[in-house]
C-alpha cells in the first residue's frame, strides 16, 4: 500500500477535538480480529490491563506483567488502521520513579508502536505524567476507581461518595492535566463528580461508570458483548455473545456425538491417485 493510500491513524490531536464536540468512541482490545472490527468505530482503543482478568482469568489486574501487555500490545497494533492506540502500562512498571516510569513506557511504545501509555494515576502522579510528556510519551491518566489498587482499597469501590474523596479525586484529574496527559479515564464516580471534573480540566475525560456527563465513554469489549453472566452495573449489553458461543459449541457436540459432522461436503474426496495432492506437513514428504 503507498503512504498515499495508507489510512491515517488518530492522533493526540483529534483526541484532543472531543473537548469542543463528538464524543470519544472508545473500546478494549487484547487482539488482531477484535481489534479490526473494533475499529471502524472507535476514536481510541485502549490495550487494558483488563486482559489479565477477561482473557488469562486472573483475579484482578495486579498480576499483569510487561510481556503480556507487549504481546497484545502488538496484535492490537497488526489488527488496527485508523484508531488511537494506548497501552496500559501494568501495576509495578511506574509508580515508583518517573526515570522507572519512562524506561518501561520507552519499551513498551518501541516494542508495540503504540500511540500512548496509560498509567493510572493518584495525585503523585503529575510529576510521573510531565517527565514522559516531555520525554515524547502520551499519556492517557485514569482517575477515580483504580483497580490495581483494590488492596488498598478493599476491592472494587466507587470513588468520591464523601466530601474528602470526592476532593481526593478531583485533584488527582486536575494533577493529570497539569502534568501534560492527552486524556483522562475517569472510573465509578457519581454523576455530579465527573461534570464538575469535566467542567473544570482542560483535556478530555473518558468515562466509565461515571456517566454521560464526561467527554466520551469507554467499555471493555467483552462486558458490552454480554460475554460474562455478571457485569458491573454501568454496562449496557449490546450482545450475547455468551449464548452464542454456547448455542454454538452445543451445536457442534451434538453433531459430533451423532456422526453428523462432519459431511460429505465437509469431507475432502479422492479425485484420482495421479492428482491427489498430499499437502507438505512440516518434517514429512509431501508433493503440494
Ligand atoms: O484495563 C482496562 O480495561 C481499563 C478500562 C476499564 C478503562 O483500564
Excluded at 481510541?44 to 484482578?60: A, N, Q, R, T, Y
Excluded at 520525554?135 to 478493599?154: E, F, Y
Excluded at 453428523?260 to 514428504?285: C, H, M, N, W
Amino acid at each position: 500500500m503507498s503512504a498515499q493510500t495508507q489510512q491515517r491513524r488518530k492522533t493526540v490531536l483529534d483526541i484532543a477535538k472531543a473537548k469542543q464536540g463528538d464524543p470519544l468512541v472508545c473500546l478494549t482490545a487484547y487482539d488482531a480480529p477484535r481489534a479490526a472490527l473494533l475499529d471502524p468505530f472507535c476514536d481510541l482503543i485502549l490495550v487494558g490491563d483488563s486482559v489479565g482478568m477477561v482473557v488469562h482469568g486472573l483475579p484482578s489486574t495486579v498480576g499483569v506483567t510487561m510481556e503480556m501487555m507487549i504481546l497484545h500490545g502488538q496484535a492490537v497494533m497488526r489488527g488496527s488502521k485508523q484508531a488511537f492506540i494506548v497501552v496500559d502500562m501494568p501495576f509495578g512498571s511506574y509508580e515508583a520513579s518517573p526515570v522507572h516510569a519512562y524506561e518501561n513506557a520507552a519499551r513498551i511504545m518501541k516494542e508495540t508502536g503504540c500511540q500512548a501509555v496509560k498509567i493510572e494515576s493518584g495525585e503523585y502522579a503529575g510529576e510521573i505524567i510531565a517527565f514522559l510528556v516531555e520525554r515524547g510519551i502520551p499519556v492517557l491518566a485514569h482517575v477515580g476507581l483504580r483497580p490495581q489498587a483494590i488492596h488498598v482499597d478493599g476491592g472494587f469501590k466507587a470513588k468520591g461518595r464523601t466530601k474528602e474523596e470526592r476532593e481526593k479525586v478531583l485533584r488527582e484529574a486536575k494533577a493529570a492535566s497539569d502534568g501534560g496527559a492527552l486524556a483522562v479515564v475517569v472510573e465509578g464516580v457519581a454523576e455530579d463528580l465527573a461534570r464538575e471534573i469535566t467542567e473544570t480540566i482542560s483535556i478530555p475525560t473518558i468515562g466509565i461508570g461515571a456517566s454521560a456527563a464526561c467527554d466520551g465513554q469507554i467499555l471493555v469489549t467483552e462486558d458490552m458483548l454480554g460475554l460474562f453472566d455478571w457485569t458491573p452495573k454501568f454496562v449496557r449489553r449490546y450482545g450475547n455473545v455468551r449464548g452464542e458461543i454456547t448455542a454454538a459449541v452445543e451445536g457442534y457436540a451434538a453433531e459430533v456425538k451423532a456422526r453428523s459432522f462432519p459431511g460429505a461436503d465437509e469431507t475432502y474426496a479422492l479425485k484420482s491417485e495421479k492428482s491427489l495432492k498430499i499437502p507438505r506437513v512440516a518434517g514429512q514428504p509431501g508433493n503440494s
